[in-house]
């Protein structure tokens, strides 16, 4: 059994690639039965499951190390060469639509490959990949950028990742201090941040211009394969949030206040929920790793066999390193049905998450693996979120393997957690829309709106003297609005899918489990909203979804006497 350090990485070689995917390809066309075609998609995909797998190899191998000089000049190659890659794939899907047996291989295979490759197509074209190639580089450009953080603090140089305890100092002056010396770094770059994310706003637009879009925003849905539901949809979600969540959003900070013992919460402040401190995981990575083998083994039998085959294989890089990126990911390794964890593990509670959450994402990958079509291996993003956030939901009943005496401390935090995030994550979502419904403003602009839409999702928010975030720069830290544009939204929907699981959960463990069970067994064979009604679950964009879901949610919070956690 392999192990993730024996994973070969072969670098493509991109002409003999080409040739072999056109002569499928030709045949595929040629086909005088579907039995044909069907051996022809087999050797495409078997093609395609290649190249993604020593694409994903050198994403992980890169981000584990930024330094290691081989992997950056193979990142350097994937960079120049997915695009070109993209173009193979785009024929691929035109010669799937225009098939003759179209009607039985979508008997045999669901709706929704065609769907996908509708929106595929549309999304590229040969005209475009020398822009594609400019819009890796500038992501590639930015996680450097981010990358390279070296802030000197207490007396050692620290990147970002690491400084995550000393945001939550139980010192106020030295989670201010912390959050000073964390925003220096994106100061001290405001000008590369923001030369990046205008050159990644330039390309972006013209690329959409290029394929007849009108914008950005509608490239970016059909990108993100969203088939059930448009800007408008979105738009109307969003004010639900505004309406409903935003005013629990903020007597929950007022509760904080009024815990931590001060007048006014300031944004140094907001990180740390108790006097006593946060709920932190009483042991070392080793030790989270035995209780999650402990809580996987015990939730079913299904998730005890994922977690054993990731911990058998190495397939997790849990704690932060120096030249490591940062954030955390999720990823599918084709060729050996691998999921693969990436994250910066730090001593505080966001360690027990990734342990719930991206291990959600990887247990659907591990349920949905012998897929043969890679479109089907995952679902869309959207869809994918509910089965992180799900999962730490239903991880709630082990949580005291982990927090101990602190296990109630953490379960407030976690759900207050997710009801803060909601107004969050739909301000970065409006902000988005505004940047490409306004590709000209200026950087000034950007930054000026920014801080326009926290003062409506997060009236709360207090910067006190701090300029450089007054000026509203905060959102140079949120990595997906340079890297993968739109997808924050996807986070909230699925949020209130998890929240849906919580209730569910609490009223038939079983019953809930199966349900979830299922919707990770279906990977990506149908849409979002399928998924969603499939599962039963009530659909985000409807009128009272979000009212009905924050009732219960705010129920539990109020009985909980936080002031003595």
Same mark, same amino acid.
């Given at each position: 059994m392999k192990k993730f350090n024996e994973y070969e990485y072969i670098r493509p070689n991109i002409k003999k690639l080409e040739k072999k995917f056109i002569d499928y390809l030709e045949k595929f066309k040629k086909a005088e039965s579907v039995d044909i075609q069907n051996e022809m998609m087999k050797n495409i995909n078997n093609l395609r499951k290649n190249f993604e797998t020593m694409e994903n190899l050198v994403l992980i191998r890169h981000t584990i190390n930024l330094n290691d000089e081989y992997y950056e000049k193979e990142k350097e190659f994937m960079d120049e060469n997915s695009p070109v890659y993209t173009g193979f794939v785009s024929k691929y899907y035109k010669a799937l639509l225009n098939s003759q047996f179209k009607n039985e291989l979508e008997d045999q295979w669901g709706e929704q490959i065609f769907k996908i490759a509708e929106l595929k197509i549309k999304t590229f074209s040969e005209d475009i990949i020398e822009d594609l190639k400019k819009e890796n580089k500038l992501v590639s450009r930015y996680t450097k950028l981010r990358g390279s953080a070296k802030i000197n603090f207490e007396g050692e140089e620290r990147n970002l990742s690491e400084m995550g305890p000393f945001l939550q100092s139980k010192d106020r002056n030295i989670r201010k201090k912390a959050q000073v010396a964390y925003n220096s770094f994106f100061f001290e770059n405001e000008e590369e941040f923001d030369n990046i994310y205008d050159e990644m706003v330039k390309v972006r637009q013209k690329i959409a211009k290029?394929? #007849?879009?009108?914008?950005?925003? =509608?490239?970016?849905?059909?990108?993100?394969?969203?088939?059930?539901?448009?800007?408008?949809?979105?738009?109307?979600?969003?004010?639900?949030?505004? =309406?409903?969540?935003?005013?629990?959003?903020?007597?929950?900070?007022?509760?904080?206040?009024?815990?931590?013992?001060?007048?006014?919460?300031?944004?140094?402040?907001?990180?740390?929920?108790?006097?006593?401190?946060?709920?932190?995981?009483?042991?070392?990575? $080793?030790?989270?790793?035995?209780?999650?083998?402990?809580?996987?083994? *015990?939730l079913s039998i299904e998730t005890g066999e994922f977690f054993k085959f990731m911990n058998q294989k190495n397939l997790m890089d849990l704690e932060a390193k120096k030249g490591k990126a940062g954030g955390g990911y999720c990823t599918f390794i084709d060729d050996y049905k691998s999921p693969f964890i990436f994250s910066n593990f730090n001593g505080t509670s966001d360690d027990v998450d990734v342990l719930t959450h991206e291990a959600g994402h990887a247990f659907q990958m591990?349920?949905?693996?012998?897929?043969?079509?890679?479109?089907? $291996?995952?679902?869309?993003?959207? +869809?994918?979120?509910?089965?992180? /956030?799900?999962?730490?939901?239903? +991880?709630?009943?082990? /949580?005291?393997?982990?927090?101990?005496?602190?296990?109630?401390?953490?379960?407030?935090?976690?759900?207050?957690?997710?009801?803060?995030?909601?107004?969050?994550?739909?301000?970065?979502? =409006? @902000?988005?829309? @505004?940047? @490409?419904?306004?590709? *000209?403003?200026?950087?000034?602009?950007?930054?000026?709106?920014?801080?326009?839409?926290?003062?409506?999702?997060?009236?709360?928010?207090?910067?006190?003297?701090?300029? @450089?975030?007054?000026? #509203? #720069?905060?959102?140079?830290r949120q990595g997906h609005i340079f890297t993968d544009p739109f997808y924050y939204i996807d986070y909230t929907l699925a949020q209130v899918c998890a929240f849906q699981y919580w209730v569910k959960y609490r009223d038939n463990k079983e019953k809930a489990l199966e349900s979830y069970i299922k919707l990770c067994e279906m990977g990506g064979s149908k849409s979002f909203l399928q998924l969603v009604e499939t599962a039963g679950l009530k659909n985000p964009f409807n009128e009272g979804t979000i009212s009905e879901i924050s009732k219960p949610i705010k129920e539990w919070l109020e009985k909980i006497d936080d002031k003595k956690l």
């Amino acid at each position: 059994m392999k192990k993730f350090n024996e994973y070969e990485y072969i670098r493509p070689n991109i002409k003999k690639l080409e040739k072999k995917f056109i002569d499928y390809l030709e045949k595929f066309k040629k086909a005088e039965s579907v039995d044909i075609q069907n051996e022809m998609m087999k050797n495409i995909n078997n093609l395609r499951k290649n190249f993604e797998t020593m694409e994903n190899l050198v994403l992980i191998r890169h981000t584990i190390n930024l330094n290691d000089e081989y992997y950056e000049k193979e990142k350097e190659f994937m960079d120049e060469n997915s695009p070109v890659y993209t173009g193979f794939v785009s024929k691929y899907y035109k010669a799937l639509l225009n098939s003759q047996f179209k009607n039985e291989l979508e008997d045999q295979w669901g709706e929704q490959i065609f769907k996908i490759a509708e929106l595929k197509i549309k999304t590229f074209s040969e005209d475009i990949i020398e822009d594609l190639k400019k819009e890796n580089k500038l992501v590639s450009r930015y996680t450097k950028l981010r990358g390279s953080a070296k802030i000197n603090f207490e007396g050692e140089e620290r990147n970002l990742s690491e400084m995550g305890p000393f945001l939550q100092s139980k010192d106020r002056n030295i989670r201010k201090k912390a959050q000073v010396a964390y925003n220096s770094f994106f100061f001290e770059n405001e000008e590369e941040f923001d030369n990046i994310y205008d050159e990644m706003v330039k390309v972006r637009q013209k690329i959409a211009k290029k394929l #007849g879009y009108n914008n950005f925003i =509608e490239l970016a849905y059909d990108r993100h394969k969203r088939s059930d539901y448009n800007k408008d949809m979105v738009k109307q979600y969003r004010d639900q949030i505004k =309406e409903e969540i935003v005013p629990i959003a903020n007597s929950l900070r007022k509760r904080q206040a009024e815990r931590l013992g001060i007048d006014v919460l300031k944004y140094y402040d907001e990180p740390l929920e108790f006097l006593s401190g946060n709920a932190t995981p009483k042991g070392d990575k $080793n030790w989270m790793i035995e209780n999650a083998e402990k809580m996987y083994n *015990e939730l079913s039998i299904e998730t005890g066999e994922f977690f054993k085959f990731m911990n058998q294989k190495n397939l997790m890089d849990l704690e932060a390193k120096k030249g490591k990126a940062g954030g955390g990911y999720c990823t599918f390794i084709d060729d050996y049905k691998s999921p693969f964890i990436f994250s910066n593990f730090n001593g505080t509670s966001d360690d027990v998450d990734v342990l719930t959450h991206e291990a959600g994402h990887a247990f659907q990958m591990y349920s949905s693996r012998d897929f043969e079509l890679p479109e089907y $291996n995952f679902p869309t993003l959207d +869809a994918c979120e509910i089965h992180s /956030m799900s999962m730490e939901f239903l +991880a709630w009943p082990w /949580m005291d393997l982990f927090f101990k005496e602190d296990t109630l401390k953490y379960k407030f935090s976690h759900l207050s957690g997710t009801v803060l995030f909601l107004p969050y994550g739909a301000l970065v979502d =409006e @902000f988005q829309h @505004f940047v @490409f419904e306004n590709p *000209e403003a200026s950087k000034v602009d950007r930054k000026r709106k920014w801080r326009d839409l926290e003062k409506e999702y997060l009236p709360n928010l207090n910067y006190e003297d701090n300029d @450089f975030l007054e000026r #509203g #720069g905060f959102w140079f830290r949120q990595g997906h609005i340079f890297t993968d544009p739109f997808y924050y939204i996807d986070y909230t929907l699925a949020q209130v899918c998890a929240f849906q699981y919580w209730v569910k959960y609490r009223d038939n463990k079983e019953k809930a489990l199966e349900s979830y069970i299922k919707l990770c067994e279906m990977g990506g064979s149908k849409s979002f909203l399928q998924l969603v009604e499939t599962a039963g679950l009530k659909n985000p964009f409807n009128e009272g979804t979000i009212s009905e879901i924050s009732k219960p949610i705010k129920e539990w919070l109020e009985k909980i006497d936080d002031k003595k956690l």
